[in-house]
Nanobody
């Protein structure tokens, strides 16, 4: 399994970015795809997850209403649309996958840097 995250960059506060995570190596139809982030000096934190079918999503309170997670099954890609970005959203963002809610995340992408300037 390979996860390739992309789409990070530098943006001003209030701006938007869309992260992508291209997945390959198996069929993910029942899997949970998640986004996490890690800011300098801080622990990695959960951002959002989605069931590959798109039937359910979950967001961290800090991003609820600003970020949207979605899937494109034809492209085997998960997206994280980030709007109204704040400087505190600055972090390396990682995508990950696990077979079900009750399991730990098994596979991780390499991370993409998001920097929000004030």
């Amino acid at each position: 399994v390979q996860l390739q995250a992309s789409g990070g960059g530098l943006v001003q506060a209030g701006g938007s970015l869309r992260l992508s995570c291209a997945a390959s190596g198996r069929t993910f139809s029942r899997y949970i795809m998640g986004w996490f982030r890690q800011a300098p000096g801080k622990e990695r934190e959960f951002v959002a997850h989605i069931r590959w079918s798109g039937s359910s999503t979950l967001y961290a309170d800090s991003v609820k209403g600003r970020f949207t997670i979605s899937t494109d099954n034809a492209k085997n890609t998960v997206y994280l649309q980030m709007n109204s970005l704040k400087p505190e959203d600055t972090a390396v963002y990682y995508c990950a996958v696990k077979p079900s809610i009750g399991n730990p995340y098994q596979y991780w992408g390499q991370g993409t840097q998001v920097t929000v300037s004030s």
